[in-house]
């Protein structure tokens, strides 16, 4: 099987996100490779410094979260925390960086599947595969 060398993941740190890093440790090559999990703390210009303490937290967490996944992983995990609207963001980072595969949860509050808007942005204007991994499992049915 061909591994990915370069893989990112935003998360939001919901379950279909914690998925999506469950799938993104079992396709990422084991050497000379790279996965990234990318927050975007949402912000605007009004609480900067608020904003500023508050994402100081997420990266003191996202960088110990990330240390205990490359320890028991073995695996080279870049932690990165961005403030600003989440959409652009996500989809700026991308454009500014190179990825094998883009790896997206769907979060919708565990209602359904239906991918939202913001996941068919990325989708349309990633520079690279994406891959969605769904939030909830779908119910089988039983023919009877």
């Known amino acids: 099987m061909n591994r990915f060398h370069q893989i990112l993941i935003p998360t939001d740190f919901s379950l279909a996100a914690w998925r999506a890093v469950q799938v993104g440790l079992r396709l990422i090559a084991p050497e000379n490779s790279s996965l990234t999990l990318l927050h975007v703390f949402p912000s605007g ?3 900067k410094n608020s904003d500023i303490l508050l994402m ?3 990266r003191k967490q996202m960088d110990d979260f990330c240390l205990t996944l490359e320890r ?3 695996t080279k995990i870049q932690p990165v925390i961005l403030g600003g609207e989440v959409e652009g963001e996500v989809l700026r980072f991308i454009q500014e960086n190179t ?3 883009i790896i997206l949860g769907v979060n919708s509050n565990g209602v359904d599947n239906e991918p939202g808007s913001h996941i068919a942005n990325i989708i349309t204007q990633a520079n690279a595969p994406v891959m969605v991994m769904p939030n909830v499992t779908p119910q089988t049915h039983e023919v009877s």
């Open 45 to 47: 210009p009004s609480d």
């Open 56 to 58: 100081e937290g997420l």
């Open 72 to 74: 028991s992983q073995k």
């Open 99 to 101: 990825f094998d595969l």
